[in-house]
C-alpha cells in the first residue's frame, strides 16, 4: 500500500476541528455588552495575550477597572488550535533572538526563564488545570542532515545559562523510537506541555474572579479619540477607555496598518487516536518532551494525558489573509503532513488513525515575535505576532505592552523590541504570490533542491526567517 494511500485511509473519519475545543465540555459564553460602559483598561480580545493582560493588570492594581472583549467567544482563535509546547524564549527561539536582537540576547533569554517561571507561579497560584507537564522540550536532527542544527543550538543553550543535554544517535533513540532521528539537544528545565483548551479556560476564570469584566460575541467595529479618552465602537454599545490593548491579530484588530507587518499564514496539525500500551512501548517517549525536527518544513510533535500524539506542521497561505478557508476542513492539505507523521513513525503505519486535523492562522512578521504598535497617541497599543510561539510568550508581551500603555520606565520598554516594528509586508496580490512560491519551495526543498535553494535565501534576506 503506498504512503498517499496510507495517508488517505488514516483520515477518513477525521473531525476537521480542534481537538482541544472538542475534548472538553462546550461553556456557556459571557454576555455580549449591550449599553455604554466606561472603564480604566479596555483590553480587545480574549485569547492568551488578553486574558494574560487582564489577569496581570488586575494583579498590578486590583481597584483598576477593566473591561475585556472578545469578538466571539473565549479560545475560538490561535489559543484555542496551539500545539502548546512550552519554551522559555520570548522571541522565537534563541537562533531567531540572536538574528532580531544580538545586543539584547543575554538579557531576553534571562526575561524568557523569569517569564516562565512566573507561568509556572501563576498555574500552582490559581490551582489552573490544564494538563501540564514539565518535560522539557527536545529539538532531534532529522538524518545526518541536521546535525549542526543540534550542534548549534546545544551551542547556544549553553551560551545563555540554559540546563541542556546533548543526545547522540543511541541516547535519542532511547528518548524516541523514530529511525529518522539521529541526534538531539534536549532542554529539560523550565518547559514543557499543556492543554491550551482548558487553560485559556482557566484564565477566563481567574480573570472573572479577580473581578474583570468579560464580554463574549462583542467585536469591535471602530475607535476613536474623544475628550482624552478612547471610545470603542461595539454593536451593542461604546466603551469608553483611558487606556486600550489591542490583543488580536492583525486581521481582527484595530487598525488597518496593522496588516502591513503581520500576515496570517496557517499552520496545520493532525492529533492521532489514543494509542494503546503496545503503540507507546513501540514508540517509547517515556519522558513526554515537546518536541521540533530540523526539516526544513519543519513538524513538531508532543502527548496528551491520554497518550495522543499531536503532529504539526506544513504551512499554507490563502490571499487576503482567508482565515476560514474550505480546503483545510477536507483531507487533501493534510496528506503530506500524514505522509511526514508515518515517515516520522513507521511503527504505526496501518496502526493508528487521526481523530481531529485542524489548521488556523499564525501571526507572521519578519521578526517571528511580539511587537507593538501606538496609535492615539499611545493610549492604544497593539501587541501581537507571535508567529506561533505565544503560549507562554503572550504572558511577557502582555506584560510589557501593559507597561508601554502606563508609561513606566523600565528595563523592557527601553529594549529595542519594544520600541521598534518589524519591516513592512507588501499588499496582495503580491502578497499571495510570494507566499504561494515560498510554500511551494519549502514543501519540496529537501527532495529536489535547486531553485528553491536561492529562492528561500532571497526571502530570508527580506527579512522572513522561514526556516529557523
Known amino acids: 500500500m503506498s504512503d498517499n494511500t496510507v495517508a488517505q485511509r488514516a483520515l477518513e473519519s477525521t473531525r476537521f476541528l480542534t481537538y482541544w475545543l472538542d475534548s472538553i465540555p462546550a461553556e456557556a459564553a459571557e454576555p455580549a455588552l449591550s449599553e455604554k460602559t466606561h472603564c480604566d483598561l479596555l483590553i480587545v480580545g480574549g485569547g492568551f495575550c488578553g486574558l494574560w493582560g487582564a489577569i496581570q493588570a488586575k494583579e498590578n492594581d486590583l481597584e483598576r477597572e477593566i473591561v475585556l472583549i472578545e469578538s466571539k467567544s473565549i479560545a475560538n482563535g490561535a489559543s484555542g488550535r496551539a500545539a502548546a509546547i512550552m519554551s522559555t524564549s520570548v522571541m522565537h527561539g534563541i537562533d531567531n533572538t540572536e538574528r532580531i536582537f544580538p545586543e539584547d540576547v543575554e538579557e531576553l533569554e534571562r526575561l524568557g526563564r523569569e517569564n516562565i517561571d512566573g507561568f509556572r507561579e501563576a498555574i500552582e497560584r490559581y490551582q489552573i488545570d490544564c494538563d501540564v507537564e514539565w518535560s522539557g522540550e527536545l529539538k532531534v536532527s532529522v538524518g545526518d542532515q ?6 548549534d543550538d546545544f551551542r547556544l543553550y549553553q551560551k545563555y545559562g540554559h540546563t541542556a543535554e546533548k543526545l547522540n544517535l543511541e541516547q535519542v533513540q532511547s528518548e524516541i523510537h523514530s529511525p529518522i532521528f539521529h541526534a538531539g539537544v534536549w532542554s529539560k528545565k523550565r518547559s514543557g506541555t499543556i492543554h491550551p483548551g482548558k487553560l485559556v479556560r482557566e484564565l477566563k476564570r481567574v480573570a472573572l474572579e479577580l473581578g474583570v469584566r468579560v464580554f463574549e460575541n462583542t467585536p469591535q467595529i471602530g ?34 496598518r496593522i496588516k502591513t507587518r503581520v500576515s496570517a499564514i496557517r499552520d496545520r496539525i493532525l492529533m492521532t487516536e489514543p494509542l494503546t500500551t503496545s503503540q507507546m512501548e513501540s514508540v517509547g517517549w517515556e519522558n513526554r518532551q515537546g518536541i521540533y525536527d530540523t526539516r526544513t518544513q519543519l513538524n513538531y510533535m508532543r502527548l496528551t494525558k491520554d497518550n495522543r500524539i499531536l503532529f504539526g506542521g506544513r504551512l499554507g497561505y490563502f490571499f487576503d489573509n482567508n482565515t476560514d478557508p474550505h480546503l483545510d476542513k477536507t483531507p487533501a492539505p493534510y496528506l503530506r503532513l500524514a505522509d511526514a507523521f508515518y515517515t516520522t513513525f513507521p511503527q504505526l503505519k496501518n496502526r493508528t488513525t487521526f481523530s481531529h486535523a485542524w489548521s488556523g492562522p499564525i501571526g507572521l512578521t519578519t521578526r517571528m515575535a511580539v511587537h507593538y504598535q501606538r496609535y492615539h497617541e499611545g493610549n492604544m497599543v497593539y501587541a501581537g505576532g507571535y508567529s506561533g510561539f505565544g503560549v507562554t510568550a503572550s504572558r511577557f508581551g502582555a506584560r510589557v505592552g501593559l507597561a508601554i500603555l502606563d508609561n513606566l520606565d523600565i528595563p523592557e520598554t527601553r529594549m529595542t523590541f519594544a520600541r521598534t516594528e518589524p519591516n513592512y509586508i507588501p499588499p496582495e496580490p503580491f502578497r499571495w504570490i510570494g507566499a504561494k512560491i515560498t510554500m511551494y519551495a519549502l514543501d519540496t526543498l529537501d527532495e529536489k533542491g535547486g531553485w528553491r535553494k536561492p529562492w528561500v535565501k532571497m526571502v530570508e534576506k527580506m527579512g522572513f526567517p522561514i526556516t529557523l
Open 146 to 151: 541536521g546535525l549542526s542544527h543540534i550542534h
Open 223 to 256: 475607535n476613536k479619540t474623544k475628550d482624552g479618552k478612547i471610545v470603542v465602537q461595539t454593536p451593542g454599545g461604546d466603551i469608553t477607555a483611558r487606556k486600550v490593548l489591542l490583543a488580536t491579530n492583525a486581521w481582527a484588530a484595530g487598525h488597518k
